[in-house]
């Protein structure tokens, strides 16, 4: 049995498989859409059937791009790498400081004991 995601990739696979030999068909021979009715210069199909991909790739792009804009943009700068090693030391002296106070601590029990 199929899952439902391979189906839906098999639907999308059927899809666009049959866009692109239409595309092609389309590009390479308009006459074919005077069979279904429609009827236009076979130079203007070719010029339609070249623009609207040429400009939902162009819109695409402009919009990836103002997305990576946006997104520069909007985010903090990054913490100097002196800061964070600073950070980073500081967290180590804390552990030992408490290490060495715990060890303090069971010292001392240790001693009251005897």
Do not use: N, R
């Amino acid at each position: 049995m199929v899952s439902k995601d391979q189906g839906i990739g098999g639907a999308i696979l059927a899809v666009c498989v049959i866009i692109a030999l239409l595309y092609i068909v389309t590009l390479f021979y308009p006459a074919w859409l005077s069979f279904i009715g429609l009827s236009f210069t076979a130079s203007t199909v070719q010029f339609w059937v070249i623009a609207v991909p040429v400009f939902i790739a162009f819109v695409a792009i402009m919009f990836i791009g103002a997305w990576i804009g946006w997104t520069m943009a909007t985010t903090p700068p990054p913490k100097p790498i002196e800061e964070i090693t600073t950070e980073i030391e500081e967290k180590k002296e804390e552990t030992k400081a408490e290490e060495t106070a715990a060890e303090d601590t069971e010292e001392q029990s240790a001693k009251k004991k005897k």
